[in-house]
């Protein structure tokens, strides 16, 4: 079935770059996604990106897929303190009636 | 323009006692999903409706869950006979059509507590 992985936390300091990464199983994914989850809150959606593009970038935001290592990467440019959050990776299964979701990566930020 | 509206925001039952989460979508989207997120975990898919038809359940437990998203009304997600498994923060999301996920906006939640 399908499957999404990514790394539960990571640290970085203020102002450097972030980088979540993620993993993922379904070869047929149309879209792959990134959410962002703030302490007792709902899910924001971030980003998106096509099965069919390399890059995108918004802002601070870059996304990377590499869809033959089937691995999704997003860079969080000048990280600051807001940035703070759970971020979800996420895919179309095959059916694309529903969302999978990764576990999330906690990205806590040093002063 | 609201976005979607789920309630309530917090709700605590005893087990055995049923739970009721109510999920209103964005104005003109016909299209409901339910998603689970249980502590320290991503959330998982439950059910997916149109109106008065459920699409995909694949995701709900086969027993004590239902769900329903009526001609007129909020999307109501039922539990009944609580127990603690059954803690958990419940997202709502709505889309305009059930082909463009990445249109699909989550609701706040419900968190669900069973004592």
């Known amino acids: 079935g399908e499957d999404v992985e990514q790394s539960l936390f990571l640290s970085v300091r203020e102002g450097d770059s972030s980088v979540i990464n993620c993993t993922y199983t379904?070869?047929?994914?149309?879209?792959l996604y990134w959410y962002k989850q703030e302490p007792g809150a709902g899910l924001q959606l971030l980003t998106y990106?096509?099965?069919?593009?390399d890059m995108k970038q918004d802002q601070r935001l870059t996304v990377l897929l590499n869809k033959k290592d089937k691995h999704l990467s997003l860079r969080i440019a000048d990280t600051q303190t807001g940035d703070s959050a759970i971020y979800f990776c996420?895919?179309?299964?095959?059916?694309?009636?529903?969302?999978?979701f990764g576990s999330g990566t906690r990205l806590s930020i040093r002063p | 323009n609201a976005g979607v509206m789920q309630n309530p925001r917090h709700l605590v039952r005893r087990r055995g006692q049923e739970a009721r989460l109510r999920c209103s979508p964005m104005?003109?989207?016909?299209?409901v999903y339910w998603y689970r997120q249980l502590p320290e975990e991503g959330l998982k898919f439950m059910v997916y409706?149109?109106?008065?038809?459920?699409?995909?359940e694949s995701g709900m437990p086969k027993e004590r869950f239902s769900a329903e998203f009526p001609k007129e009304g909020p999307s109501i997600l039922r539990i009944q006979q609580v127990v603690r498994g059954d803690s958990a923060a419940y997202f709502c999301?709505?889309?305009?059509?059930?082909?463009?996920?990445?249109?699909?906006?989550f609701g706040p939640g419900t968190r669900l507590t069973v004592t």
């Open positions: 999301a709505s889309s305009l059509s059930g082909t463009d996920l990445y249109e699909q906006y």
């Open positions: 379904d070869s047929s994914s149309t879209y």
């Open positions: 990106i096509f099965s069919n593009m």
């Open positions: 996420a895919e179309t299964d095959s059916s694309a009636s529903k969302i999978i």
């Open positions: 104005k003109g989207h016909s299209h």
């Open positions: 409706l149109q109106k008065e038809n459920i699409i995909d």
